[in-house]
């Protein structure tokens, strides 16, 4: 999949491609019931009718604008220990093959971005070299929103954070000295530029590309469920603030209906645009 929009060209490489979580515990406000009434707009683009439920992906985002080379979350990770995850713990995929298949060699990175700290957001930051965590790619600066930075830092330090990701995935980039702490609207380049999304985190950040010839945004993990654009309301299991989360989320699907911007967020099955319908809203794919 290579989308191009205007001077910009956006792939991606998927991870994993399903949830470990089902729809409604992913989604504690949500029920079958409620979750039914949506599947004439979900299926089958948005849909796994291996799992009889909304699709979900773990992937990473590649942009190339003219000027910079951008990876925008970094999944799971290679060889990391995830003992309560089966599919995560001491994962041996093809994420890096794939990249090389996209084009992409570590080497060729310019600019690693994570629209925030979780566990399966920041997994390829680090590789293990047989001695320990090393950043993947030798040449890249990593950004880090520096608010969602203090907090997970206090959280690894205060045995708060369950994975062990910050250790084995951020903290190696930061003693590296590839970290780079930003504020929450920071220019990556004349196309990229952070925006503040807080809830699902204390500092998750959006991405927003501009080009000659249209706009998208890469909103990470605002919405995890596709269902979520047409139900706001319902925040994940794992967001800090669920009512900042879902006051977020609101004004997003608001601020993008018809307005033509490509949304592609962590974890849809596919990109696509917010569309209103009567009162509430739907996500069309992208062609
Ligand atoms: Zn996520």
């Known amino acids: 999949m290579t989308l191009a929009l ?10 994993i491609g399903r949830s470990a979580y089902p729809t409604t515990s992913m989604l504690p406000d949500s029920t079958p019931e409620a979750l039914a009434r949506h599947h004439a707009w979900l299926k089958p683009d948005f849909w796994d009718d291996a799992v009889g439920d909304l699709g979900a992906r773990i992937q990473t985002w590649i942009v190339r604008t003219p000027r910079t080379t951008v990876l925008i ?11 309560d995850s089966p ?29 925030h700290l979780h566990v399966d957001h920041v997994g390829w930051n680090t590789r293990w070299d047989g001695a320990r965590w090393v950043p993947t790619f030798p040449r890249a600066r990593y950004l880090f929103a520096g608010e969602e930075w ?10 708060r954070e369950p994975y062990g990701c910050i250790a084995d995935s951020v903290v190696p980039v930061v003693e590296a000295g590839q970290a780079e702490l930003v504020g929450a609207t920071h220019a990556v380049d004349p196309w990229l530029t952070l925006e503040s999304s807080r809830g699902h985190t204390p500092g998750h950040v959006s991405v927003r590309l501009r080009t000659r010839d249209g706009e998208a945004v890469f909103p990470g993990d605002v919405m995890h469920r596709t269902v979520q654009v047409a139900e706001p309301q319902w ?16 004004e997003f699907v608001e601020r993008h209906a018809d307005s033509g911007v490509l949304v592609l967020p962590a974890h849809f099955p596919r990109p696509g645009y917010v569309v209103r319908e009567g009162a509430g809203h739907r996500f069309v794919p992208a062609a």
């Not at 979350?73 to 003992?83: E, F, L, Q, Y």
């Not at 570590?106 to 629209?115: K, R």
């Not at 203090?150 to 045995?159: D, P, Q, V």
């Not at 925040?235 to 609101?250: E, G, L, Q």
């Open 6 to 15: 205007g001077e910009v060209t956006l792939d991606r490489v998927v991870e």
């Open 73 to 83: 979350d970094t999944g799971v990770g290679n060889g990391k220990a995830r003992p």
């Open 87 to 115: 599919v995560w713990h001491m994962r041996e995929g093809a994420w890096l093959e794939d990249l090389a298949a996209a084009g992409l060699g570590p080497e060729q990175v310019d600019v690693v971005l994570c629209t």
């Open 150 to 159: 203090e907090f997970w830092k206090w959280e690894a330090a205060s045995g």
């Open 235 to 250: 925040s994940s299991r794992f967001c800090w603030d669920p009512r900042a989360a879902a006051a977020t989320r609101r």
